[in-house]
């Protein structure tokens, strides 16, 4: 559901997008902000794609009598799943599935060309005119398949999959900003290793991220203990700037 509130950006005046969860919503000033990327991190089942699923929903609300698309998701990882983003609607009582899927164009991408595509499409189709949200599901997976840490010339892999990885959010950012839409990425962590020792240590960092920490407005890392799961903002730096949620049926709460 597209919120009222307005920022200044000086160029744009940026909207923010309602994320369905009141702590969310309070933790990034009222939603996800169009014009700007942000970039959620964390382990598996921390519940990154279930925040991407329910952003796709609230995007998906606003009716109109256009047939096009209001948001696009990016699957790089097989992760899309229609039938959840309907048990949602069912939960929370929403609009019918049928009208909210038809708002949600998914494409699942296999490649980094393939991705650098979908980028190209929303900028010269006349298709994607009413979209509002993208949303780029584990942005690193293709990456990491095509230059991998272990080939033959490594420094040379290193510096090509982190040139092609710049070039690639940079277009996003652009997107985001001649488009006015959000852009919501998802994305995952490594551990770090050890400059003293080259031993790896437990802190996870996220994958690649000294390259999107340089177009993203908001970065969030997700992380879970048992069943207690938090976001935690890491960029722009804010203090205390943190949320526990859960994942039910109806999706994230608070």
Do not use: W
Request: glycine letters at 4%; aromatic letters at 8%.
């Amino acid at each position: 559901m597209l919120r009222s509130d307005r920022v200044d950006l000086g160029i744009r005046k940026a909207e923010k997008l309602d994320t369905g969860s009141s702590s969310f919503n309070s933790l990034l000033g009222g939603g996800l902000a169009t014009c700007a990327i942000t970039d959620l991190y964390g382990a598996a089942a921390t519940g990154k794609t279930q925040f991407a699923f329910q952003n796709a929903l609230y995007c998906s609300l606003k009716e109109s009598q256009s047939r096009k698309p209001r948001v696009v998701f990016v699957d790089c990882a097989g992760s899309f799943r229609p039938e959840r983003i309907a048990e949602m609607a069912e939960a929370r009582q929403l609009s019918s599935a049928g009208e909210i899927l038809d708002r949600i164009t998914s494409v699942y991408v296999r490649s980094v060309t393939e991705q650098r595509e979908i980028n190209e499409l929303i900028l010269n189709s006349d298709m994607f005119t009413q979209c509002k949200l993208l949303i780029v599901d584990d942005i690193t997976a293709n990456f990491a398949v095509e230059y991998p840490a272990d080939a033959d010339g490594q420094e040379e892999v290193f510096v090509s999959r982190y040139y092609h990885l710049a070039t690639y959010v940079r277009k996003l950012a652009y997107i985001a900003l001649s488009r006015n839409m959000a852009v919501l990425l998802t994305n995952s962590v490594r551990s770090r290793l050890s400059e003293r020792d080259q031993k790896i240590d437990q802190t996870e960092v996220e994958t690649m991220g000294e390259i999107i920490s340089e177009f993203a407005l908001f970065r969030l890392s997700f992380s879970k203990r048992d069943r207690l799961r938090e976001a935690k903002i890491v960029q722009p730096f804010v203090r205390n700037a943190s949320t526990n949620f859960n994942i039910e049926t109806m999706g994230i709460v608070p």
